[in-house]
C-alpha cells in the first residue's frame, strides 16, 4: 500500500532551523514528482517545492533561497531543510507523490498533480 509519512515538526524560534521527513513506501519516491505543501491556520494549501524524477527542484517565491528539497534513495526518503525560519512560515506541512509522474513548468507546484498525501506535520514558528 502506498503510505507518506511526515515527521520532524515542531516549535522553533524565528531564524531557526528545521529538518523535515517524508518516508515513502509503496513506490519509489526517485523515479516520481514529489511535493512539499503547507496550510496555515486561515488559509489554503499552498507549494513550497518539488522535486522532479531527474532530480530538479523547483521552489515558491517565497521559499527559495531559505528551504532546500531532497531525497535518500536508499531511504526512499524526501527531505526538506528549511533554515532562517519566519513566523510566516508556521503551518501544517505535508508532503505529496506523484508515482511515476513526470511534470514540467506549474504541473510541479500544482496540487492537482500530485495523487498521494501525508497526513502531515506542525510547524510553528514564534518568538
Known amino acids: 500500500a502506498v503510505q507518506l509519512k511526515e515527521s520532524g515538526g515542531g516549535s522553533v524560534q524565528p531564524g531557526g532551523s528545521l529538518r523535515l521527513s517524508c518516508t515513502v513506501s509503496?513506490?519509489?519516491?526517485?523515479?516520481?514528482?514529489m511535493g512539499w505543501f503547507r496550510q496555515a491556520p486561515g488559509k489554503e494549501r499552498e507549494a513550497i517545492a518539488s522535486?522532479?524524477?531527474?532530480?530538479?527542484?523547483t521552489y515558491d517565491g517565497s521559499v527559495k533561497g531559505r528551504f532546500t528539497i531532497s531525497q535518500d534513495t536508499a531511504k526512499n526518503t524526501l527531505y526538506l531543510q528549511m533554515n532562517n525560519l519566519r513566523p510566516g512560515d508556521t503551518a501544517m506541512y505535508y508532503c505529496?507523490?506523484?508515482?511515476?509522474?513526470?511534470?514540467?513548468?506549474?504541473?510541479?507546484?500544482?496540487?492537482?498533480?500530485?495523487?498521494?498525501w501525508g497526513q502531515g506535520t506542525k510547524v510553528t514558528v514564534s518568538a
Open positions: 522535486i522532479d524524477s531527474d532530480g530538479v527542484a
Open positions: 509503496g513506490f519509489t519516491a526517485e523515479s516520481s514528482c
Open positions: 505529496a507523490g506523484a508515482p511515476g509522474k513526470y511534470y514540467f513548468g506549474d504541473a510541479l507546484l500544482d496540487q492537482s498533480s500530485y495523487g498521494y
